[in-house]
């Protein structure tokens, strides 16, 4: 009898997996983050609400508003998008949703749905479609490569009505 208490106390039970937590491990509302190069205010990023992943990824969904500054301080550009996300890894940003960029000295604005930022080389681009109007004209297409601020822009299959001059 007592061989078999024996027996049944050394079986070993099954112990349960260990859940992994993938959620966000901060999280913060209504911030305001400065960016600065060479003592130089390069942007400004607002958001409602974000969230910060174990690996460096940053989540904002609720939105994001961002002011683009140029090297004498004056603000150049604006973007804003419904949600975003930062990767770290690649340092690249993805806004989803009303996507809007303004380029305030040229009266530009670009509209999609997503679009990608890449900070290292200050450019933005999409693959999907995308509305660019200034005071004159409205441009039509699908895919994108710009400057972040639109001061350059290429469309990869454009149409619409432009006004050329003679």
Not at 96 to 106: H, L, P, W, Y
Request: glycine share 6%; with cysteine; net charge positive.
């Amino acid at each position: 009898m007592m061989f078999l208490i024996f027996l049944f106390s050394c079986l070993s039970k099954e112990k349960p997996k260990p859940i992994v937590y993938e959620g966000p491990l901060q999280q913060a509302e209504n911030i305001t983050m400065h960016y600065t190069e060479k003592e130089k205010l390069k942007t400004i990023l607002r958001a409602k609400k974000v969230n910060q992943f174990q690996n460096g990824d940053k989540e904002f969904p609720e939105g994001v508003y961002v002011e683009f500054y140029d090297e004498t301080g004056k603000k150049t550009s604006t973007l804003r998008a419904n949600t975003a996300y930062y990767f770290k890894q690649e340092n690249k940003w993805r806004g989803r949703g009303k996507v809007e960029v303004v380029n305030i000295e040229k009266g530009q604005q670009l509209n999609t749905e997503e679009l990608f930022w890449l900070p290292v080389t200050k450019k933005i681009f999409t693959d999907k479609f995308v509305t660019i109007t200034d005071q004159k004209d409205v441009i039509y297409g699908t895919g994108l490569l710009a400057d972040q601020d639109l001061s350059h822009y290429t469309i990869k299959n454009p149409n619409g009505l432009v006004e050329v001059k003679d």
